[in-house]
């Protein structure tokens, strides 16, 4: 059984703060894993992929991957009350391409 | 920037009735998806479509459901005699050719059962 497990929350930082999200996974055949935001009542938004070990920086993002440990993680710099979210993390296997879902990290960026 | 679109944003239905949830996927996309989310729940996936024909389904997709790609840019998900416990949104996606490249969803179909 694929596993995504996502600590639900709400995670609740102040304006400015760096946002930490983790993920982990069981599948150990898992290449490919995924950011999404969801914002209440509406659908997945992908917000980064990675699929090395290492970080990957987009803008404020930040996506780091540890194969190893079987560990994802976002960084969120400079945290707007806008970030408030829900952000997802999905895993994908190279046999099938077909993301697994966390339940989702709850982020509250409180003024 | 290419988005999938779905209709309709809300469907409300009697129990034991038919629907048909539509989809217009990104244009150069290949593989389609339908996925579901009961409210307060993870993302489910349902079904995968390749080349015309369904390429993987989980356990959820049984034989109330099935999916068409009647024309060259539709792809619907049908749900026969619904259930109260089919109220969820359901959620189109799709992706460009290569295995690893991400999915995009839609806004998805906020489907009530009464």
């Known amino acids: 059984q694929k596993e995504v497990e996502q600590n639900s929350g709400p995670l609740s930082v102040p304006e400015g703060a760096i946002a930490s999200l983790n993920c982990t996974y069981s599948d150990r055949g898992s290449q490919s894993f995924f950011w999404y935001r969801q914002y209440s009542g509406k659908s997945p938004e992908l917000i980064m992929f990675i699929y090395s070990n290492g970080d990957k920086e987009d803008g404020r993002f930040t996506a780091q991957l540890n194969k190893a440990s079987q560990y994802v993680s976002l960084l969120i710099r400079d945290s707007q009350p806008s970030d408030s979210a829900t952000y997802l993390c999905?895993?994908?296997?190279?046999?099938?391409?077909?993301?697994?879902f966390g339940r989702g990290t709850s982020l509250i960026v409180h003024p | 920037e290419p988005e999938v679109t779905q209709t309709p944003s809300h469907q409300v239905t009697q129990m034991g009735q038919e629907v048909i949830l539509r989809c217009v996927p990104i244009?150069?996309?290949?593989?389609f998806y339908w996925y579901r989310q009961i409210l307060g729940q993870k993302v489910e996936f349902l079904v995968s479509?390749?080349?015309?024909?369904?390429?993987?389904k989980s356990e959820i997709f049984d034989d109330q459901f099935s999916v068409e790609r009647p024309d060259g840019s539709n792809f619907t998900l049908k749900i026969r005699s619904t259930k109260l416990e089919d109220s969820a949104m359901y959620f189109c996606a799709s992706r460009g050719q290569q295995g690893n490249q991400p999915q995009h969803f839609g806004d998805g179909t906020r489907l009530s059962i009464l």
């Open positions: 999905a895993g994908q296997s190279g046999g099938s391409y077909i993301p697994t």
């Open positions: 244009s150069n996309h290949l593989y």
């Open positions: 479509f390749y080349n015309n024909e369904i390429s993987e």
